[in-house]
T-cell receptor, first 113, second 114 residues
Framework: AQSVTQLGSHVSVSEGALVLLRCNYSSSVPPYLFWYVQYPNQGLQLLLKYTSAATLVKGINGFEAEFKKSETSYHLTKPSAHMSDAAEYFC???????????FGTGTRLQVTL | EAQVTQNPRYLITVTGKKLTVTCSQN?????MSWYRQDPGLGLRQIYYSMNVEVTDKGDVPEGYKVSRKEKRNFPLILESPSPNQTSLYFCASTSPVDSYNEQFFGPGTRLTVL
């Protein structure tokens, strides 16, 4: 069965610093991969998705993610954190059937002055 | 505007009192799902539906029922809610043709069972 692992349930960075949120998936078949963001008391918003067209994917708000098949990873990065990036981030994977996404447990990003 | 709507957004109830959370989408999507979100566990799928009258269990179906009588609607039914069903619930929809498994989520329903 597909599984998604997010390393670090909480990540804290200073404003202006690099953001790196880690995601690894387990699948012999490269899945469709997604990053969603959840701001406090809100629903899930798609940040970006990997669909095999390009390994480096640029999303909204300056985020990007790179698919590395050899490492089964899809880490999320942003060169310079902003206070408004404080939220919870979820990595998710889907394979084959569109019936389901498997989610990681989430990483809460804190941005400090 | 393409969207998934859920009602109610907030609900406090008591153990054993049947409730229904409604979900509707206007994107003509074939697939719809219900997820629950719990701290430290991420989102877990409860039930899904691939089309009208076609539903199947997800990872955590115990204590829940669903139905899909119309393509746009996918209600979640808790016939006898218990405190361990206190959670944040999301409805989602997708199309296997257009969306590469991307799920479009509703705004969430926060349920508290006392």
């Amino acid at each position: 069965a597909q599984s998604v692992t997010q390393l670090g349930s909480h990540v804290s960075v200073s404003e202006g610093a690099l953001v790196l949120l880690r995601c690894n998936y387990s699948s012999s078949v490269p899945p469709y991969l997604f990053w969603y963001v959840q701001y406090p008391n809100q629903g899930l918003q798609l940040l970006l998705k990997y669909t095999s067209a390009a390994t480096l994917v640029k999303g909204i708000n300056g985020f990007e993610a790179e698919f590395k098949k050899s490492e089964t990873s899809y880490h999320l990065t942003k060169p310079s954190a902003h206070m408004s990036d404080a939220a919870e981030y979820f990595c998710a994977a889907g394979t084959g059937t569109a019936s389901k996404l498997t989610f990681g447990t989430g990483t809460r990003l804190q941005v400090t002055l | 505007e393409a969207q998934v709507t859920q009602n109610p957004r907030y609900l406090i109830t008591v153990t054993g009192k049947k409730l229904t959370v409604t979900c509707s989408q206007n994107m003509n999507h074939e697939y719809m799902s219900w997820y629950r979100q719990d701290p430290g566990l991420g989102l877990r799928q409860i039930y899904y539906s691939m089309n009208v009258e076609v539903t199947d269990k997800g990872d955590v179906p115990e204590g829940y029922k669903v139905s899909r009588k119309e393509k746009r609607n996918f209600p979640l039914i808790l016939e006898s809610p218990s405190p361990n069903q206190t959670s944040l619930y999301f409805c989602a929809s997708t199309s296997p043709v257009d969306s590469y498994n991307e799920q479009f989520f509703g705004p969430g329903t926060r349920l508290t069972v006392l």
